[in-house]
């Protein structure tokens, strides 16, 4: 009771002063919240939250605390975020006009898709082609072994080195097979987009009567 009475007649003292001039009064807290009121921001409010009031007691403008390191990285951060936000969804935007304007209709997809396989497909027959002959050499030479894998002889250094090409193309050939999987979630993925994108499109007017597809004749 005693500190809003001090408070009040500092109010009435300041106001009084300066009934007759023109200058503002300034009502601010200090870092212990404790409020003043004074012709002037001093140099140790700096930063402080403050209210202007005019020569009536009226307020005049309010200035906000300055943000504190803390605050000022979460605004960052969440400025970061917003741009990061933003960014993907120009990109999504992109695809998705990318999407509508290389198909018509869902079985467009199924065919590229099928183009795309095709490639990956011819890669493994011709892989494999190569393969089979390297796998009967190595079981030729397991049986001129006596059916055990060379360990000594000129036979070694041919068995080892027709297991390294056998490796290779079935590392190729793996290979393609999982990329042959990518290629077909993709273009899934892509073909239930589309549809999801064009289920609610406006259906284009009949170039011949000038009314959507199922619209009844005007009477």
């Given at each position: ?132 002959p390297l796998l009967d050499k190595q079981a030729t ?47 899934a993925a892509d073909k239930a987009h589309f549809i ?24």
């Amino acid at each position: 009771m005693k500190r809003y009475t001090r408070h009040l007649l500092g109010t009435l003292l300041v106001l009084s002063a300066c009934g007759h001039a023109q200058a503002d009064i300034y009502k601010w807290k200090d870092a212990q919240g404790e409020v003043h009121y004074s012709n002037t921001i001093p140099p140790q409010a700096a930063g402080y939250a403050n209210i202007e009031l005019d020569k009536h007691g009226l307020v005049v403008k309010q200035k906000s605390a300055a943000p504190t390191p803390e605050q000022r990285a979460s605004e960052a951060a969440a400025q970061a975020r917003q741009a990061i936000e933003q960014q993907s969804l120009t990109e999504q935007k992109r695809r998705d006009t990318a999407l509508l304007n290389t198909y018509t209709n869902p079985a467009e997809i199924d065919l590229a898709r099928d183009r795309n396989l095709e490639q990956a497909k011819l890669i493994i027959n011709g892989t494999q082609s190569r393969l089979a002959p390297l796998l009967d050499k190595q079981a030729t030479l397991v049986k001129r072994a006596g059916g055990r894998i060379p360990v000594s002889g000129p036979m070694v250094t041919e068995y080892k080195d027709n297991a390294r090409h056998i490796v290779e193309l079935q590392d190729m050939i793996a290979r393609k097979r999982k990329e042959m999987n990518t290629i077909r979630a993709r273009f899934a993925a892509d073909k239930a987009h589309f549809i999801e994108l064009t289920t609610n499109m406006p259906v284009p007017a009949s170039p011949q009567t000038g009314a959507y597809p199922g619209a009844q004749p005007a009477k």
